[in-house]
């Protein structure tokens, strides 16, 4: 039994973000289907700033547009590494922060 096909629905085609650090600097390649988009930028943080920009331009509608962000290709990675830039929190901070915050936690 097939099922039926929904005429009106749109595929939308993600786009990523790829973070590389190139020295002091992050270089940002960003993909949709066959558009491919690169900058430079001084820090991770504004190297998402720009992305951010670049991916408003691929993708106007802001409520279709599906980013995945990544480090190295990795999206865990690209995660760990903004939450230390933008809050100095490293991983195992957060975790431990989490815990010691939850009313639930036995220590």
């Avoid at 097939?2 to 786009?15: D, Y």
């Avoid at 992050?26 to 991770?44: D, F, H, N, R, Y």
Wanted: charge should be negative; aromatic fraction near 6%; hydrophobic fraction near 35%.
């Amino acid at each position: 039994m097939s099922m039926p096909h929904a005429p009106n629905k749109v595929i939308i085609e993600p786009i990523t973000v790829n973070y590389t650090p190139d020295g002091p600097n992050w270089t940002i390649t960003v993909t949709q289907g066959s558009k491919e988009l690169k900058a430079t930028e001084p820090g991770l943080i504004a190297a998402r700033c720009r992305a951010d920009q670049i991916t408003e331009e691929l993708e106007p509608d802001k409520h279709t547009r599906v980013v995945v962000h990544t480090l190295n290709g990795d999206p865990i990675e690209f995660t760990m590494a903004y939450l230390q830039a933008r809050h100095g929190v490293s991983a195992a901070g957060l975790i431990t922060q989490q815990r010691t915050n939850s009313p639930n936690y036995q220590y």
